[in-house]
T-cell receptor
Framework: DVKVTQSSRYLVKRTGEKVFLECVQD?????MFWYRQDPGLGLRLIYF???????EKGDIPEGYSVSREKKERFSLILESASTNQTSMYLC???????????????FGPGTRLTVL | GEDVEQSLFLSVREGDSSVINCTYT??????LYWYKQEPGAGLQLLTY?????DMKQDQRLTVLLNKKDKHLSLRIADTQTGDSAIYFC??????????FGAGTRLTVKP
């Protein structure tokens, strides 16, 4: 089974702190994604990466950065956390669509971040 | 950008059928998915359908696709309390990204 793990289930930080959210997948997937989930808004893509050291902006990249130094790990960084970044953060991974017939993403359990 | 829309809430009685609807705008969609999110958990793939199909059945789940109207539905037969969750519709077009709806919260009453 594909396993996507996230470093924390719950996190509480203060405004202005630097926050790191870590995601690790064990299936040698090329693609990794960070979403935030807010009630009534569904999932919104923050950043994605299709290879080591590669990154692409998603729909809402402002206030975030990412790092992909190794294939299995994709980090989301909040340089200076703000209260409007309080949300559930979901990491996902997928194989390159040419490798797998069905293009789907596998999700981690999520990190609920509260910024005070 | 392309949109995926679904209603936010649905409430049914245990044993009834549930039908969750979704509409999308991208005419080049190749795959359409239904994900389930239980409380406190990540998203779990329930089922998917290729855009050249109009129906797929998997035990209690039936997916119907009307490609002309860009309408997707998920029917859950004999809904149980364990089916209470948020259901997300999603679509992709082989560009390694997916677009999700806002999610429908299904509540099953005993």
């Amino acid at each position: 089974d594909v396993k996507v793990t996230q470093s924390s289930r719950y996190l509480v930080k203060r405004t202005g702190e630097k926050v790191f959210l870590e995601c690790v997948q064990d299936m040698d997937h090329e693609n990794m994604f960070w979403y935030r989930q807010d009630p009534g808004l569904g999932l919104r893509l923050i950043y994605f990466s299709y290879d080591v050291k590669m990154k692409e902006k998603g729909d809402i990249p402002e206030g975030y950065s990412v790092s992909r130094e190794k294939k299995e790990r994709f980090s989301l960084i909040l340089e200076s956390a703000s209260t409007n970044q309080t949300s559930m953060y979901l990491c996902a991974s997928s194989p390159n669509w040419k490798r797998e017939f069905v293009d789907t993403q596998y999700f981690g359990p999520g990190t609920r971040l509260t910024v005070l | 950008g392309e949109d995926v829309e679904q209603s936010l809430f649905l409430s049914v009685r245990e044993g009834d059928s549930s039908v969750i609807n979704c509409t999308y705008t991208d005419s080049s969609s190749t795959y359409l998915y239904w994900y389930k999110q239980e409380p406190g958990a990540g998203l779990q793939l329930l089922t998917y359908i290729f855009s050249n199909m109009d129906m797929k059945q998997d035990q209690r789940l039936t997916v119907l696709l009307n490609k002309k109207d860009k309408h997707l539905s998920l029917r859950i037969a004999d809904t149980q309390t364990g089916d209470s969750a948020i259901y997300f519709c999603a679509e992709s077009n082989n560009n390694n990204d997916m677009r999700f709806g806002a999610g429908t919260r299904l509540t099953v009453k005993p």
